[in-house]
T-cell receptor
């Protein structure tokens, strides 16, 4: 149980285009999802916290107009990278808190390459 | 505020040898502590977690960790390394078990297992 499905697993896009990444909780309701960014050989950096039905809370230094987060339902959160540039190339991972005390479950990640 | 320090970005052991990955944390409230493993281009998989109660926590794949409050540590151990244990390991801390509590990650430790 407690599976988060993240799609796509990898995507290549041209500079200036937008890319949408989806995270779905398959067998539970995720009131809160977290979006992380991971550069090669580095740790996960929290980008934003996504709450169902409300605006996401972004970490300092993360451009909210560039990284649009939508959490319209209890089972779906999306991250849209708008007007992508090569420096946006990274590994993006979503996570959801499952139930009180259980912990957190992670999506399989999305490798974004902007060319 | 919370922080996590993982001593040693790279650890190399021989197959069959003891694995010890170090993690120290700082937290203004009683912490919830986690160890995750990440294989290349994949999301994070929970190895084990400490919330309350017994300070020695057993996880999957033969790993265990001990919460030592006096040392603010949560080191991960495994008696005998397998080749399949080669991966990136992340220690993380959260403030509690509410869904909105974010995880703060350490910098990660890459475990290499020599035949």
């Amino acid at each position: 149980g407690a599976v988060v499905s993240q799609h796509p697993s990898w995507v290549i896009c041209k500079s200036g285009t937008s890319v949408k990444i989806e995270c779905r909780s398959l067998d539970f309701q995720a009131t809160t999802m977290f979006w992380y960014r991971q550069f090669p050989k580095q740790s996960l950096m929290l980008m934003a916290t996504s709450n169902e039905g409300s605006k996401a809370t972004y970490e300092q230094g993360v451009e909210k107009d560039k990284f649009l987060i939508n959490h319209a339902s209890l089972t779906l959160s999306t991250l849209t990278v708008t007007s992508a540039h090569p420096e946006d190339s990274s590994f993006y991972i979503c996570s959801a808190s499952v139930e009180r005390g259980y912990g957190y479950t992670f999506g399989s990640g999305t490798r974004l390459t902007v060319v | 505020a919370q922080s996590v320090t993982q001593l040693g970005s790279h650890v190399s052991v021989s197959e069959g040898a003891l694995v010890l990955l170090r993690c120290n944390y700082s937290s203004s409230v009683p912490p919830y502590l986690f160890w995750y493993v990440q294989y290349p281009n994949q999301g994070l998989q929970l190895l084990l977690k400490y919330t309350t109660g017994a300070t020695l926590v057993k996880g999957i794949n033969g790993f265990e960790a001990e919460f030592k409050k006096s040392e603010t540590s949560f080191h991960l151990t495994k008696p005998s390394a397998h080749m399949s244990d080669a991966a990136e390991y992340f220690c993380a801390v959260s403030r509690g078990n509410n869904a909105g509590n974010m995880l703060t990650f350490g910098g990660g430790t890459r475990l290499m297992v020599k035949p």
